[in-house]
């Protein structure tokens, strides 16, 4: 199938490990010119450099979403390098293990402001020129938490925040050829997710091997019917798909990516 990507420019947030780090590479396969994002440059050329050696075309951006000035310095810099951003990825985020009574206010507001504030930065810098170009894809990376929540109460909130605002976005710009949609992962291997996974290890008493500490969290908690837990991949393939013109009767959705984690119809 030929996704009719090709010429299509792109940034992706939080590409610079994870979930994003996938995106960019599988979206620059497609033959997008991607801009990679983080606030670690080391990691982010780390990425560039490996999409360019696969043939691909990247270039770098950096900086702190949580903070006006960042987002702005990471617009200027994507608009400057492509011209355009036909394809926003709005992935950047952060989770962190605490129970109800162990978060703080400030943690939670802390939290929705590097997960939701921060789409909202980006979103807003970069629609007007969207508009302009008549067509645009914006995805924004929610959870299975969203709807399915567990600890971490102040993330999964941030993340059904994140549902909300992509349906009453892709009602803001009905008829400008713009659709936005949410993508719900379930439990995917990242150095994110991973770091998680030995801090539930060691409290458990599982050890540090991530293999029998994943085994153990795929018969407890982050058990599901497709009986593994998902790579990055699994996920860009979706966003790749959503991304391309072929999806433009998609739009307001949230498409789960869980291996059937969440026992929901939708
Ligand atoms: N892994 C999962 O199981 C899972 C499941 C559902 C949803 N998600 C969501 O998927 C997204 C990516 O998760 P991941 O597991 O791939 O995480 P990850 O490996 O920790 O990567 C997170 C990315 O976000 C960037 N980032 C974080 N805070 C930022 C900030 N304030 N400003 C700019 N960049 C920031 C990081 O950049 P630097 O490190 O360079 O700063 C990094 O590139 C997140 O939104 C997460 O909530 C993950």
């Given at each position: 199938m030929d996704l009719q990507l090709k010429g299509k420019c792109a940034l992706i947030t939080g590409s610079s490990s994870g979930i994003g780090e996938g995106i960019a590479k599988a979206l620059a396969q497609e033959g997008v010119t991607v801009v990679v994002h983080g606030r670690n440059e080391t990691q982010a050329s780390r990425v560039v450099q490996e999409i360019v050696a696969n043939g691909g075309e990247a270039f770098i951006a950096i900086g702190d979403l949580a903070t006006d000035t960042g987002a702005e310095q990471v617009v200027d810099k994507a608009l400057s390098t492509?011209?355009?951003?036909d394809i926003l990825v709005n992935n950047a985020g952060a989770y962190f293990l605490r129970d109800w009574m162990n978060s703080t206010p400030s943690q939670w507001i802390e939290l929705y402001n590097i997960n939701v504030v921060s789409m909202v930065r980006i979103t807003l810098l970069l629609v007007p020129q969207m508009r302009e170009l008549g067509w645009g894809r914006i995805i924004n990376m929610s959870s299975s938490v969203a709807i399915q929540p567990m600890s971490a109460p102040d993330y999964s909130a941030t993340k059904a925040a994140n549902l909300n605002l992509t349906v009453s976005l892709a009602k803001e710009l009905a008829g400008t050829g713009i659709t936005v949609n949410a993508v719900s992962p379930g439990a995917i291997v990242t150095p994110g997710l991973n770091g998680i996974m030995l801090q539930i290890g060691s409290a458990q008493g599982w050890g540090t091997d991530l293999e029998q500490i994943q085994q153990h969290m795929l018969q407890g908690m982050m058990s599901n019917p497709t009986d593994r837990l998902g790579t990055v991949e699994d996920v860009a393939h979706l966003v790749t798909f959503v991304s391309s013109p072929l999806a433009g009767y998609i739009n307001g959705a949230n498409l789960r990516v869980d291996g059937g984690w969440v026992a929901k119809i939708n």
């Amino acid at each position: 199938m030929d996704l009719q990507l090709k010429g299509k420019c792109a940034l992706i947030t939080g590409s610079s490990s994870g979930i994003g780090e996938g995106i960019a590479k599988a979206l620059a396969q497609e033959g997008v010119t991607v801009v990679v994002h983080g606030r670690n440059e080391t990691q982010a050329s780390r990425v560039v450099q490996e999409i360019v050696a696969n043939g691909g075309e990247a270039f770098i951006a950096i900086g702190d979403l949580a903070t006006d000035t960042g987002a702005e310095q990471v617009v200027d810099k994507a608009l400057s390098t492509l011209g355009a951003v036909d394809i926003l990825v709005n992935n950047a985020g952060a989770y962190f293990l605490r129970d109800w009574m162990n978060s703080t206010p400030s943690q939670w507001i802390e939290l929705y402001n590097i997960n939701v504030v921060s789409m909202v930065r980006i979103t807003l810098l970069l629609v007007p020129q969207m508009r302009e170009l008549g067509w645009g894809r914006i995805i924004n990376m929610s959870s299975s938490v969203a709807i399915q929540p567990m600890s971490a109460p102040d993330y999964s909130a941030t993340k059904a925040a994140n549902l909300n605002l992509t349906v009453s976005l892709a009602k803001e710009l009905a008829g400008t050829g713009i659709t936005v949609n949410a993508v719900s992962p379930g439990a995917i291997v990242t150095p994110g997710l991973n770091g998680i996974m030995l801090q539930i290890g060691s409290a458990q008493g599982w050890g540090t091997d991530l293999e029998q500490i994943q085994q153990h969290m795929l018969q407890g908690m982050m058990s599901n019917p497709t009986d593994r837990l998902g790579t990055v991949e699994d996920v860009a393939h979706l966003v790749t798909f959503v991304s391309s013109p072929l999806a433009g009767y998609i739009n307001g959705a949230n498409l789960r990516v869980d291996g059937g984690w969440v026992a929901k119809i939708n």
